[in-house]
Structure formats: C-alpha cells, structure tokens
Nanobody, 121 residues
Framework: QVQFVESGGGLVQSGMSLRLSCTASGFDFSNSYMTWYRQTPGKQRELVARISSGGSTFYSDFAKGRFAISRDNAKNTVSLQMNNLKSDDTAAYYC???????????????WGQGTQVTVSS
C-alpha cells in the first residue's frame, strides 16, 4: 500500500525557517520522482519542488532561492528546507511520488494527510 507521511510543519514568524520531512512506502522509492505540493483552502494544489531519482531538482518560481528539496533513498524520505518564509507560504504541504508521462509529471493518486505550515507576518 502506497503511503506518504508528512511532518515538520508548524507556526512560525515571517523570515524564519522550517524543515518538512516525508516518509514514503509501498512503491519503488529510489527510482521515483518525488515532489512537494502545497494547498490553501479553495485553491488547487500547486507544485513546490520536484527531485529525480538521481537528485536533479526543479522549483516553482516562488520557491527558487528559498526552498531546497532533498532525498535519502536509503531511508525512503524526502525533505523540504524552507527558508525566509513569507505569509504567502501558509498552506498544507504534501509530498507525493510522480511519473513522467507524455511530457508532464503526474503525481500518484495517493495523498497523505499533509503538514500545515502557518507563517505569521
């Protein structure tokens, strides 16, 4: 059974940092793209960052220069270091695997509970 368990969220002040972690199971983690998404109420989930099995990374524009995604294939974990947080970063954060198909990266149908990040200004 595919599972994603996110942790590390919390309430922080603007400008501070948080490190999110995700433990995944039930699929071939080491050979999968891994992603972080975020979602605020009433909006669609949006991609934050993606990392390939070999460590190549991609960031959405809002995350560039502030966030860093990493993975540990031995532990089936993916992390997101978030620095210089802003109030606009307030959201629930989710990790997921992804596959490359027809020119796009498609997340799996499985989603964890997410971890809430709240940034106060």
């Amino acid at each position: 059974q595919v599972q994603f368990v996110e942790s590390g969220g919390g309430l922080v002040q603007s400008g501070m940092s948080l490190r999110l972690s995700c433990t995944a199971s039930g699929f071939d983690f080491s050979n999968s793209y891994m992603t972080w998404y975020r979602q605020t109420p009433g909006k669609q989930r949006e991609l934050v960052a993606r990392i390939s099995s070999g460590g190549s990374t991609f960031y959405s524009d809002f995350a560039k220069g502030r966030f860093a995604i990493s993975r540990d294939n031995a532990k089936n974990t993916v992390s997101l270091q978030m620095n210089n947080l802003k109030s606009d970063d307030t959201a629930a954060y989710y990790c997921n695997s992804a596959r490359y198909s027809l020119g796009t990266y498609v997340p799996s149908e499985y989603w964890g509970q997410g971890t809430q990040v709240t940034v106060s200004s």
